[in-house]
């Protein structure tokens, strides 16, 4: 499986270790001040988006040249940087998944625009593959289906979070079950845990999002 | 205007200043961890609620001690302590308005567990009353009508977010301007700005927030 990694702009305090210690393997893209923040954990993402509005102009001078691929969207745009990105990841690299850094924490107004983002008509079908990482907490999401799902090692809790109406949600073998649960609006089923190491969900429509988390 | 305020369990980093320096006015409830941290910060809450499975046994002695209202709830209960804190809040109080704090950062199950209660039926008709505020963001929540909002001198970004469909959101006066669109699904219209002090905004059906923020 391959992946991409794209940083957005969000506080450095929400990073993972891994990324704070410039550990996280695969490719990169950065957006907004993500990009300048990759370079200074040397790495040089394939390419730069956003507004950069952000930056100084020696630092848009620096992020200018080292990215080969820099594409500049202008300050007064509709869509935010990370939509921007996201799009240039799906739409012209082939990765399996996207992992998003930088995405929580901080302005609660973007965590939401970023959240909602898998909502969207044009990224919805991509929603399986992206992921959203930070320091306490991985976020994934799932299109109507039956699933196997996997503990990892240094979460404790699990969420099950219904980003829009869903019919027949079961959780059959979590620590806290439900069975053909309609939800009609959106709810995140917090502090369930894993009975074991895989555990296993199952959904007729809507999305749901499955949060690993820790203290 | 009299206003209660809430202190549940989420990281103290998120705190804004004033709460840090024990500086927020007005009488408070603590919920689980929230109401050890109040004691720490010299305020004694009118009420303590939560299964405390957070505490160590000398903290909830002291909790105790100096609590003269405890509710304590199971751990394996079906509400958070969040959900406990602000029923006895919102049923047994009589402020016009409620001051949460410690509902955002750390992990987001919690978080949004926080923020889609007031979508709760439950809590619905209370939603206007209901504040959160951490150190960077403030959210209000607005059910259908025209309203005048207010910046708040420290924050620059003004976020609209429709927390389910609505209908006829207009936007006449800020720097971006919207004007009866309708909204199908969650979206968080983030990085807006106040055009002057006080602008306007009104929609015919759902619940909108309103996010103040700043970087």
Known sequence: MTHLNLLVGGPTSQWPDQLTAGKVSGDWIGADRGTLRLLKLGITPLVAIGDFDSLTADELKRVKGAVADIRQAKPEKDE?????????ALHEFHYDRLDIYGATGGR??????????????RYRKFAPHIRFIDKQNTITFYVPGAYEITKEPDKKYLAFVTMEPVNNLTLPDEKYNLKNANVTRPISYASNEFIGETNHFSFDS??????????
Not at 108 to 119: I, K
Not at 206 to 215: E, N, R, Y
């Open 206 to 215: 809507g999305m749901v999002a499955v949060i690993q988390s820790k203290d």
């Open 80 to 88: 935010t940087d990370t939509q921007l990105a996201v799009t240039v």
């Open 108 to 121: 609660l107004d973007h965590f939401l625009a970023n959240l909602w983002m898998v909502l969207e008509p």
